[in-house]
């Protein structure tokens, strides 16, 4: 099976532009959640979807919000993008959500200049 | 909400000795505890869990302990090798839904 797929690996933005970024799950899998990294903050949950619906939402502003397809891949959007977004953003998926295995994509690295 | 308190946040072991990573939670409707291993520029990937249900669990030299009454669970790797240097994230999550709350995490170097 294929891994969990994001794109792209890398973003260079400036500030105020908005940003969309993709996962496709591992095939099978219904749930996918997102999560901002950095150095100082470390994984900050950001929301989970399961079957196209926004099951959990972590403390993130509104800019920060995604979607579901019915083939389970999902999409993050962030607009308005300020300094302090620039970060390595994971989504992970795992076959049903809930307390189990989460398999991680390779991040997308986004930098807000 | 659920908070993840992470110790030590450096931790630097001679090859073949043990390291200690220790974790406390604050909710104690949490019931899962993974351990997740990211090394430099790779993708976290778990390396063990553990259930409320269960004390301990051990896979190879890689165990898990928790203490569901204190609030807190351990990584213990014995016989450090390399390719263990990596940095390593606690986290705490309940059945439903996929809320993951994870620790600041532990930046592992085993020394040859």
């Known amino acids: 099976k294929a891994g969990v797929t994001q794109t792209p690996r890398y973003l260079i933005k400036t500030r105020g532009q908005q940003v969309t970024l993709s996962c496709s799950p591992i095939s099978g899998h219904r749930s996918v959640s997102w999560y901002q990294q950095t150095p100082g903050q470390g994984l900050q949950f950001l929301f989970e979807y399961f079957s196209e619906t926004q099951r959990n939402k972590g403390n993130f502003p509104g800019r920060f919000s995604g979607r579901q397809f019915s083939n389970s891949r999902s999409e993050m959007n962030v607009s308005t993008l300020e300094l302090g977004d620039s970060a390595l953003y994971l989504c992970?998926?795992?076959?049903?959500?809930?307390?189990?295995?989460?398999?991680f994509g390779s991040g997308t690295q986004l930098s807000v200049l | 909400g659920e908070n993840v308190e992470q110790h030590p946040s450096t931790l630097s072991v001679q090859e073949g000795d043990s390291a200690v990573i220790k974790c406390t939670y604050s909710?104690?409707?949490?019931?899962?505890f993974p351990w997740y291993k990211q090394e430099l520029g790779k993708r976290p990937q778990l390396i063990i869990d553990?259930?409320?249900?269960?004390g301990e669990k051990k896979d190879q030299r890689i165990a898990v302990t928790l203490n569901k009454t204190a609030k807190h669970f351990s990584l213990h790797i014995t016989e450090t090798q390399p390719e263990d240097s990596a940095v390593y994230f606690c986290?705490?999550?309940?059945?439903?839904?996929?809320?993951?709350?994870f620790g600041p995490g532990t930046r592992l170097s085993v020394l040859p």
């Open positions: 553990i259930r409320s249900n269960v």
């Open positions: 986290a705490a999550s309940m059945d439903y839904g996929q809320n993951f709350v």
């Open positions: 909710d104690s409707a949490s019931n899962y």
């Open positions: 992970a998926s795992s076959q049903s959500g809930g307390a189990e295995k989460l398999f």
